[in-house]
């Protein structure tokens, strides 16, 4: 048993880091307070063909692995929980299906663009009545003239707008239930396809969040992917590999938290001492690094068993749900060590604290996790 | 155009913690990196190569961990990677590393310019890359900050100074220094990771591989002797002016005056 990681995922690392403390980092609050998309940085970003990172250098990706593009996802959100997000939803979400249900045609088209990072992916399952009960989809797809027509409204999109490629949902045949939904690649500029204003979010500000709507937006049927009635389980599946990812934003969101604790816990004086040096703030600063470790490895070896093409939907569910719970607890206690200053503008844990919350929420709730996680135990 | 690029595999010295009682170096567990300079020398080599077509040649002497920042390079881009990596060559000075980077050159065959960063920022000495420049007899031009013309013939380049700069021209081949000015160095690209680790080999090469003379290698062959290393005292504050504008000048130039720098 090896916890270490390879050279080469060391490289990796130490790559991202690097980026993230210049190109992400500086203009993470800024981007935070306006809400701007990160694009300097996603451009960057799709240059060094980090947009791409799993997926095989035929295919136009980067021909790295999961646990590789798990490290990005961490290392960026370290820095911006937001920018982070952006990757994780462009390839766990938006490209990794083509790669995983498309044929070879899909991949040449669709794929080829998005590994290469010359256009960014989205997916679209969530609308306004089908949250957690995903199974409830009332976009249609209705097979008239060789074409599918789509009708219907998605909301809370990630990369929405921005995004040129998405991965929508729609019922094909509702009389048959989960086996009734389909998958379907949707490009931007489809006639009747458009999008609702940006969401004004809590956290992840600097990512993109809108509605889709579609009004009789006609697909050609080379662009369904999988067969028709295939569409719940392509997106319960994605949304496995996603949960990995989704796991990572939380694992560099807690990991920033304890960077910052422990630099203000060594800065701060009261009393005439470093705050550190008091029992109340070590045993925080304990509590925080055990979690995070924990969560780390929960998180590496859900990449792993991916990588490793065995079953880890289990896995990558307990690491989602750890990760995401140590990110919201422990940017809380963050923000406690820095007392005052803790809840202004100036230091980052109040942004760390709201970033956290949406990893409990998105990519299936914690309560999803605990129904998967269980289920699994239980079977 | 042939391009080498001489680098080293450093501490990290922003990580660099002392001891306080001997005031040496804890090199345990310290991260290693490529010397920052030696950054700027593969970025222009890269840059070059990517602009008139070339082939760039990354050299290293050290132990077998050096291999790591041989990868970096080639993840950066560079052609090849070679590690001149023997126990003879250990306790080598600048003189003995010169000579045997010249020696692992020499083998190479020909080549338009050799890149080495100014210094490297453990040893702080800028002598490896002229040495090696007069072990191979060619010319060399230090502390470049900028490539204002380049064929296949000759190289022009400004060479920074304390209070300005010269502009030098050269025949090639040349050996070059760099500054951290020249440029910015690029980031790896994954796909340069990838390849670096599943596809490129980082050649190794003793020193009976590049012909070196066994008198001239290692601690042998280097005639630096250290006798003592300390660490420098730390210099005084600095001091304060307060007051209006007119009334800091005053006392600015009264110190200064004082110090019959006036």
Not at chain 1, 86 to 101: D, N, T, W
Not at chain 2, 20 to 29: A, H, P
Request: charged share 25%; with cysteine.
């Amino acid at each position: 048993m090896d916890f270490a990681l390879s050279k080469k995922h060391e490289m990796f690392r130490t790559l991202f880091q690097e980026f993230a403390a210049q190109e992400i980092a500086p203009v993470a609050a800024e981007l935070d307070e306006s809400g701007e998309f990160p694009w300097l940085a996603v451009r960057k970003m799709a240059s060094l063909g980090f947009l791409g990172l799993p997926f095989p250098k035929d295919l136009g990706g980067a021909g790295a692995d999961t646990l590789a593009y798990i490290l990005a996802v961490e290392e960026f959100s370290r820095a911006c929980a937001a920018t982070g997000v952006v990757l994780s939803a462009h390839v766990s979400l938006g490209a990794h299906p083509i790669y995983q249900f498309g044929t070879k045609e899909q991949q040449a088209r669709f794929l080829g663009p998005l590994a290469k990072g010359e256009k960014l992916g989205a997916f679209a399952l969530t609308e306004p009545n089908a949250g957690t009960d995903a199974a409830s989809q009332q976009t249609t797809a209705v097979l008239s003239g060789g074409e599918y027509v789509l009708n219907g409204t998605k909301i809370f999109i990630t990369n929405g707008e921005v995004a040129d490629t998405y991965i929508v949902f729609a019922m094909t045949d509702r009389s048959k239930g989960l086996k009734g939904i389909s998958a379907f690649v949707v490009e931007k500029g489809t006639p009747g396809f458009t999008f609702g204003p940006q969401e004004n979010k809590l956290g992840i500000r600097a990512s993109s969040t809108t509605e889709l709507i579609f009004e009789d937006c006609r697909i050609p049927t080379g662009n369904m992917l999988g067969k028709e009635g295939d569409g719940f389980k392509i997106a319960m599946q994605t949304l496995d590999g996603g949960r990995i990812g989704i796991a990572a934003q939380a694992l560099g969101i807690a990991q920033a938290a304890l960077d910052e604790s422990v630099r203000y816990a060594k800065e701060r004086q009261q009393f005439s001492k470093p705050i550190g040096t008091f029992q109340a703030i070590q045993w925080m600063i304990a509590d925080m690094g055990t979690d995070i470790e924990a969560a780390r490895l929960l998180v590496y070896r859900a990449a792993w068993l991916k990588d490793m093409r065995r079953p880890f939907s289990k896995e990558a569910a307990m690491a989602k749900l750890y990760a995401s719970e140590t990110a919201m607890k422990h940017t809380v206690k963050a923000i406690q060590v820095h007392g005052g200053y803790g809840y202004m503008k100036d230091y980052k844990v109040e942004r760390l604290m709201r970033d956290a919350k949406i990893t409990e929420i998105y990519e299936g709730t914690s309560e999803v996790q605990r129904m998967v996680i269980s289920a699994s135990l239980l079977k | 155009m042939k391009i080498v690029v001489c680098i080293k595999q450093v501490p990290n010295t922003t990580e660099v913690k002392f001891d306080q009682k001997t005031g040496t170096l804890i090199r345990e567990g310290l991260p290693t990196i490529i010397n920052p300079e030696d950054k700027n020398a593969l970025e222009e080599a890269l840059a070059i190569a990517g602009a008139v077509g070339g082939q760039v040649t990354v050299l290293t002497m050290g132990p077998a961990q050096a291999d790591y920042a041989l990868r970096e390079t080639l993840a950066m881009g560079a052609h090849e990677a070679i590690l001149l990596s023997d126990r003879a060559f250990a306790g080598a000075d600048t003189w003995a590393t010169s000579y045997a980077l010249a020696k692992a050159v020499e083998k190479l065959g020909e080549f338009s310019l050799i890149f080495c960063g100014r210094q490297a920022i453990d040893g702080d000495t800028a002598q490896v890359g002229p040495e090696l420049a007069e072990h191979l007899d060619i010319p060399h031009i230090t502390y470049v900050r900028r490539i204002v013309a380049l064929d296949e013939k000759t190289v022009v380049v400004e060479r920074a100074l304390e209070d300005g700069y010269e502009i030098v021209e050269s025949t090639l081949p040349a050996l070059l220094t760099t500054l951290k000015e020249l440029n910015v160095p690029r980031y790896p690209s994954a796909g340069g990771v990838i390849t670096a680790f599943d596809e490129k080999k980082v050649m190794v090469w003793t020193a009976e591989i590049v012909g070196a003379d066994p008198a001239k290698i290692g601690l042998k062959g280097s005639p630096t002797q250290v006798k003592r290393t300390f660490t420098p005292p730390v210099k005084g504050t600095g001091k304060m002016l307060t007051g209006t504008h007119k009334e800091m000048v005053q006392q600015l130039i009264q110190e200064l005056r004082t110090k019959h720098v006036l």
